[in-house]
């Protein structure tokens, strides 16, 4: 029979470990070491060593540990025999323990005298971490943290900042010489604590400069619970920035403190967003993990990555001749589009589905649209034109008209085209379910315009130069449609000039609410290229535009809309009744490992949900419907590839969210 424990994943004992917290238990009858009971006199032995490969911290349950008085010690070692603690008999007592120390091995080892004995020991577990540091955006250490640790967390940079201060929740050191330090971006040291610091709720001081880097380092003596940072607070000049958080057409704002936080989580350029996974390129191409804070380059050359699901599309050069590379995160295969492709092939990707454009026609101004369907390998030309996005069964694009462009938008499942959105020069499309938006390029670098299907009516989001007011600069407001991306109820895009309307900057559109709030300060004359998935965005800096500028285009930065008491959004006025609008959405800590694989489900849905209902399917047991709850933990026990969904509700209805194919178990 197995024992029962609280743990993330549960596995016996010997068997390949998974990423996160891992508690390994043993059947009842099979105990990891043990002394005989009572142990014997003179007695000198260490046991083969535990070792877990890929741990990076480790600690062992006692099931009982009682050692005689006279003299008798029991001591864990590492792996080359450095004593990491050594217990007497004022350690004795059940269900015990260890501390967590750094490593992957513990030697244990029994020494006694001629005296007296006792019990002995009993070892029925190991619990291991794979990871440094539990994975959240700003730095939080294990509580309790390891023993004989050293960790630098990545860095919190906030561009524009001259002064930054943090905020720790917690901060709570072992008085035996363990340390916190904050660095500046250097490594130069800022500040060091220690015991005589502890305590909860506790601003650092202002320190000069856009970066801090946090380093924890403990001795093997004790352990503590460690620290948990969750605000940064910067000041660029005098304190305060103007963010408008009305809607940008009507030229008002409020003034708020700042106290965002993006952090910068890579170097490179066209960076794109899928659930918890970033794409860019950087002399290749670059795969980010937000849950594990790493990143992993899957190609040496490319541009212009997209991402969906476990698929990576993007435009490579082999030399001369242009292809599309999609690789499988899943498998780590790659496979090829070979034909139509050029230079200017930026590819497009919703499930299984491959859009773009190549062989552009002088004469018409016009290229063509592509489609391929990699469950088939079946390639399509759909139509003329240029610049394609797709949602669904639906393909937005760009097509030169007899006298100006035109956004057109092809039904897949139908195989017809009807045209959206005329007049001025619309191009750059990009559609998410009945919502299309394009950039109308009339005048400098534009506006965004919305479209929807359902109903024909469009919208111009922000301002097309209409009653700006000021003289001085009648374009006011015509430099939003740089770069835009829309996903559910929200619209990001870049706003690259300062003007009567608001600050250059990254900004997010409510629908809904039709309002724009600037969720980041770039500085004039800066262009970013945003995207969304849920509630997070993330942008780097077009390499192109600002070439000369004086501003860095390699930096990545990511920035959370909502479940942060930094978040600027949080300081709008929001309708009762906008609140409760349900927007169901929802996350994993992994979406694919070997079987059994544990997976924690958490729920970012917006509208305050009454209720929470998590199904997995196929079924693999009775308890492939979860219990209702915000966050669900469920256990993959076969391979396969498995499809998730989750239904809210509340007072203004029920709404249901599905991710096919979400969970690949090996």
Same mark, same amino acid.
């Not at 498995?642 to 249901?656: E, H, K």
């Given at each position: 029979?197995?024992?029962?424990?609280?743990?993330?994943?549960?596995?016996?004992?010997?068997?390949?470990?998974?990423?996160?917290? &891992?508690?390994?238990?043993?059947?009842?009858?099979?105990?990891?070491?043990?002394?005989?009971?009572?142990?014997?006199?003179?007695?000198?032995?260490?046991?083969?060593?535990?070792?877990?490969?890929?741990?990076?911290?480790?600690?062992?349950?006692?099931?009982?540990?009682?050692?005689?008085?006279?003299?008798?010690?029991?001591?864990?070692?590492?792996?080359?025999?450095?004593?990491?603690?050594?217990?007497?008999?004022?350690?004795?007592?059940?269900?015990?323990?260890?501390?967590?120390?750094?490593?992957?091995?513990?030697?244990?080892?029994?020494?006694?005298?001629?005296?007296?004995?006792?019990?002995?020991?009993?070892?029925?577990?190991?619990?291991?971490?794979?990871?440094?540091?539990?994975?959240?955006?700003?730095?939080?250490?294990?509580? #309790?943290?390891?023993?004989?640790?050293?960790?630098?967390? #990545? %860095?919190?940079?906030?561009?524009?900042? +001259?002064?930054?201060?943090?905020?720790?929740?917690?901060?709570?050191?072992? @008085?035996?010489?363990?340390?916190?330090?904050?660095?500046?971006?250097?490594?130069?040291?800022?500040?060091?604590?220690?015991?005589?610091?502890?305590?909860?709720?506790?601003? +650092?001081?202002?320190?000069?400069?856009?970066?801090?880097?946090? @380093?924890?380092?403990?001795?093997?003596?004790?352990?503590?619970?460690?620290?948990?940072?969750?605000?940064?607070?910067?000041?660029?000049?005098?304190?305060?920035?103007?963010?408008?958080?009305?809607?940008?057409?009507?030229?008002?704002?409020? +003034?708020?403190?700042?106290?965002?936080?993006?952090?910068?989580?890579?170097?490179?350029?066209? #960076?794109?967003?899928?659930?918890?996974?970033?794409?860019?390129?950087?002399?290749?191409?670059?795969?980010?993990?937000?849950?594990?804070?790493?990143?992993?380059?899957?190609?040496?050359?490319?541009?212009?990555?997209?991402?969906?699901?476990?698929?990576?599309?993007?435009?490579?050069?082999?030399?001369?001749?242009?292809?599309?590379?999609?690789?499988?995160?899943?498998?780590?295969?790659?496979?090829?589009?070979?034909?139509?492709?050029?230079?200017?092939?930026?590819?497009?990707?919703?499930?299984?589905?491959?859009?773009?454009?190549?062989?552009?026609?002088?004469?018409?101004?016009?290229?063509?649209?592509?489609?391929?369907?990699?469950?088939?390998?079946?390639?399509?030309?759909?139509?003329?034109?240029?610049?394609?996005?797709?949602?669904?069964?639906?393909?937005?694009?760009?097509?030169?008209?007899?006298?100006?462009?035109?956004?057109?938008?092809?039904?897949?499942?139908?195989?017809?085209?009807?045209? %959206?959105?005329?007049?001025?020069?619309?191009?750059?499309?990009?559609?998410?379910?009945?919502?299309?938006?394009?950039?109308?390029?009339?005048?400098?670098?534009?506006?965004?315009?919305?479209?929807?299907?359902?109903?024909?009516?469009?919208?111009?989001?922000?301002?097309?130069? %209409?009653?700006?007011?000021?003289?001085?600069?009648?374009?006011?407001?015509?430099?939003?449609?740089?770069?835009?991306?829309?996903?559910?109820?929200?619209?990001?895009?870049?706003?690259?000039?300062?003007?009567?309307?608001?600050? %250059?900057? &990254?900004?997010?559109?409510?629908?809904?609410?039709?309002?724009?709030?600037?969720?980041?300060?770039?500085?004039?004359?800066?262009?970013?290229?945003?995207?969304?998935?849920?509630?997070? &965005?993330?942008?780097?800096?077009?390499?192109?535009?600002?070439?000369?500028?004086?501003?860095?285009?390699?930096?990545?930065?990511?920035?959370?809309?909502?479940?942060?008491?930094?978040?600027?959004?949080?300081?709008?006025?929001?309708?009762?009744?906008?609140?409760?609008?349900?927007?169901?959405?929802?996350?994993?800590?992994?979406?694919?490992?070997?079987?059994?694989?544990?997976?924690?489900? +958490?729920?970012?849905?917006?509208?305050? #949900?009454?209720?929470?209902?998590?199904?997995?399917?196929?079924?693999?047991?009775?308890?492939?419907?979860?219990?209702?709850? &915000?966050?669900?933990?469920?256990?993959?026990?076969?391979?396969?590839?498995?499809?998730?969904?989750?239904?809210?509700?509340?007072?203004?209805?029920?709404?249901?969210?599905?991710?096919?194919?979400?969970?690949?178990?090996?």
């Amino acid at each position: 029979m197995w024992k029962t424990i609280k743990m993330i994943i549960l596995v016996v004992a010997e068997m390949c470990l998974l990423t996160g917290f &891992v508690t390994i238990t043993t059947a009842s009858t099979n105990i990891l070491v043990e002394s005989d009971h009572s142990y014997a006199n003179n007695f000198d032995y260490t046991w083969p060593e535990i070792s877990q490969p890929g741990a990076t911290q480790i600690r062992l349950h006692f099931t009982e540990r009682y050692l005689d008085r006279d003299y008798d010690y029991l001591s864990l070692n590492d792996k080359n025999g450095n004593e990491l603690v050594e217990y007497n008999w004022a350690d004795n007592g059940k269900d015990l323990w260890t501390g967590w120390f750094t490593g992957d091995t513990i030697k244990v080892r029994l020494q006694t005298n001629g005296k007296g004995t006792a019990y002995g020991f009993k070892i029925d577990q190991v619990e291991i971490r794979t990871d440094m540091a539990p994975q959240s955006f700003l730095p939080d250490s294990y509580h #309790p943290y390891a023993n004989n640790f050293d960790y630098i967390w #990545p %860095a919190i940079t906030q561009p524009g900042a +001259t002064q930054m201060r943090l905020h720790f929740t917690e901060r709570y050191l072992d @008085r035996d010489y363990d340390y916190l330090s904050l660095n500046d971006k250097n490594g130069n040291e800022l500040v060091e604590y220690n015991w005589a610091d502890n305590g909860k709720d506790l601003w +650092t001081e202002w320190f000069t400069g856009d970066t801090i880097k946090v @380093r924890l380092q403990t001795n093997g003596k004790g352990t503590a619970y460690g620290f948990k940072i969750d605000q940064v607070e910067t000041r660029p000049n005098s304190g305060f920035i103007t963010v408008p958080s009305t809607d940008i057409t009507t030229g008002g704002n409020n +003034t708020i403190p700042v106290t965002n936080t993006a952090i910068k989580i890579g170097e490179g350029r066209d #960076p794109a967003i899928y659930e918890k996974n970033v794409v860019w390129s950087n002399n290749g191409i670059h795969l980010y993990d937000l849950n594990m804070s790493s990143d992993t380059q899957i190609s040496l050359t490319g541009l212009y990555p997209a991402i969906y699901g476990n698929r990576i599309v993007w435009l490579d050069d082999t030399g001369g001749s242009f292809i599309l590379s999609i690789y499988d995160k899943s498998t780590g295969a790659t496979s090829y589009i070979t034909q139509n492709v050029d230079d200017s092939s930026k590819p497009a990707i919703y499930s299984d589905k491959i859009v773009w454009s190549a062989n552009s026609n002088d004469g018409t101004y016009n290229s063509n649209v592509y489609l391929y369907d990699v469950s088939t390998s079946v390639q399509t030309k759909i139509s003329s034109g240029c610049n394609p996005d797709i949602y669904g069964d639906k393909v937005a694009y760009m097509y030169y008209g007899q006298d100006s462009p035109e956004i057109h938008i092809y039904n897949i499942t139908t195989q017809t085209d009807m045209k %959206a959105i005329s007049g001025g020069y619309p191009d750059n499309p990009h559609i998410y379910g009945n919502n299309t938006i394009c950039s109308d390029f009339y005048t400098r670098l534009g506006f965004i315009i919305l479209y929807d299907i359902a109903t024909g009516k469009e919208t111009a989001i922000t301002s097309n130069n %209409a009653d700006s007011g000021d003289p001085n600069n009648p374009d006011c407001g015509c430099d939003t449609g740089f770069h835009n991306e829309v996903f559910g109820n929200s619209v990001v895009y870049a706003k690259v000039t300062d003007d009567c309307f608001g600050k %250059a900057g &990254v900004y997010v559109y409510n629908i809904s609410a039709a309002k724009s709030t600037m969720i980041f300060e770039t500085g004039n004359n800066i262009g970013t290229t945003p995207d969304i998935y849920d509630n997070t &965005v993330i942008w780097g800096y077009d390499d192109l535009y600002n070439n000369g500028t004086g501003k860095s285009s390699e930096d990545i930065y990511i920035y959370e809309l909502s479940g942060s008491p930094t978040n600027l959004l949080a300081s709008s006025t929001v309708d009762t009744a906008d609140a409760d609008k349900l927007s169901a959405s929802f996350y994993a800590n992994v979406t694919f490992g070997t079987a059994p694989l544990k997976v924690l489900f +958490t729920s970012s849905t917006t509208g305050n #949900p009454s209720s929470y209902f998590w199904v997995f399917e196929p079924s693999t047991s009775s308890d492939w419907n979860s219990k209702h709850a &915000v966050t669900a933990l469920h256990t993959f026990r076969n391979p396969g590839v498995y499809t998730v969904s989750l239904t809210v509700a509340n007072n203004t209805g029920i709404v249901t969210v599905t991710k096919n194919d979400y969970i690949t178990v090996f």
